[in-house]
Nanobody, 123 residues
Framework: QVHLVASGGGLVQAGGSLRLSCAASGRTFSNYAMAWFRQAPGKDRELAAAISWSGAIIYYLDSVKGRFTIVRDNAKNTVYLQMHDLKPEDTATYYC????????????????WGQGTQVSVSS
């Protein structure tokens, strides 16, 4: 199994920045697509960003394009979500996830999940 630990969340004002980190252990990080999902209270979990194992395929939710950047460092077994110009609607619990398949928006296709880290953005 792959164990994922998410960190880096916090409380910021609108327009601020955060960098989320997801550290993987237990199995090689290579050949896994990685993703960041987010979930606000009472709403479904949605894919914010995803990256293939090689970095050749990258996906962003339309509402975060141009503001968020997903990066993976296979040598460190870590994936990052760099978040800039944060908006109140970005407030959610953010979860990192991994799949041995190609990146997908389907929650069910991801076999490994981190514990989540809270991002709160005030106006």
């Amino acid at each position: 199994q792959v164990h994922l630990v998410a960190s880096g969340g916090g409380l910021v004002q609108a327009g601020g920045s955060l960098r989320l980190s997801c550290a993987a252990s237990g199995r090689t990080f290579s050949n896994y697509a990685m993703a960041w999902f987010r979930q606000a209270p009472g709403k479904d979990r949605e894919l914010a960003a995803a990256i293939s194992w090689s970095g050749a395929i990258i996906y962003y939710l339309d509402s975060v394009k141009g503001r968020f950047t997903i990066v993976r460092d296979n040598a460190k077994n870590t994936v990052y979500l760099q978040m800039h110009d944060l908006k109140p609607e970005d407030t959610a619990t953010y979860y990192c996830a991994a799949t041995s398949a190609l990146p997908t928006t389907a929650v069910s296709r991801y076999s490994y999940w981190g514990q989540g880290t809270q991002v709160s953005v005030s106006s």
